[in-house]
């Protein structure tokens, strides 16, 4: 019996995909996976690559790939209205799982019925691990697992237990299918600068659901985020796209919100990319990581918004 919908929405990263799903056909669980790929590039031999790989798999019965238009908000919704297993899981093509994954989703599900949904603790390769001062915050301030006022959300560090949070992170989350009812990922996320990869669509719809049940982080899981180089934008159109989002999220959740806080952490974040910046001695114009994109983009989307209906 099939009780498992594994997602993997993929722009452009077929290799990526594939090595993921050998992964998965590896584990014990794999014949109880479903398996939906969502590639949307748009690019014929990204789409051969993938349906090469799964009609040479034993279990290409339980594999079904979708083409959607451009846009990761729209390739998770597809998927959503594709599925009907009892569990769903959200797994970014550059991820590395550590256990059977599956299996243990299921029994945390299993052992804490009232939760709906729950992610692992998210680990980097080396030299990825560079946030030691932004982890001793988050402690400290207690933040794990939390959303700000600010829009801003925090994750778990932890290596053990397991704790209720606000949110889930997109690169691995889990559900139980029918808790989800018609929430779905919101797709005005895709007018923002980053050319249909939204910003903030995993905090913006998790956050919802908090609402309705339960979110669990379970710090004993774990799953590894590779961060392929191909992040498809660059730092320009991903500062715009927080500083636009930030202002989407004072706007949807204005009871949660403290604008005042986050115009102080957006001042906190030029003076630290400014300060940063001289430090490098990196001020060719071409170079150097524009410091106030964040804060201009902030205002002129609360001025101007795209990001609306």
Known sequence: MIKHALVICSFGRPKDVVTLLKQVENLP???????????????????????DFV???THHESYQILQTNPGLP????????AC???????LDDDVELKSDYFQDVEAVFNSYPEAIGMAPRITFPSGHNNRLFRTKMQKLLHLEGKVSSTGRAYWISKTSGLQQVEWLPGCAMSFRRGSLGDLKFSDILEKGPLGGYALGEDLDFTFRLSRKGTLL???ELEVMHKLHPNQRTDWALLDEGLGRFLAYFEREFPEESKPIVTKLSLLLDTFYLCVRGVSKSNLTRNKIRNPFIRISAYHQELRYPKLIP
């Open 84 to 90: 009907d297993e009892e569990f769903i899981h959200f």
């Open 55 to 57: 009609l040479s798999s």
């Open 29 to 51: 669980s794999a014949e109880h996976i479903k398996k939906y790929i969502v590639e949307n590039s748009g690019k014929e031999n990204n789409l051969k690559i993938i349906e």
């Open 74 to 81: 729209t390739a998770r919704n597809a998927a959503l209205r």
């Open 217 to 219: 982080g379970v710090n």
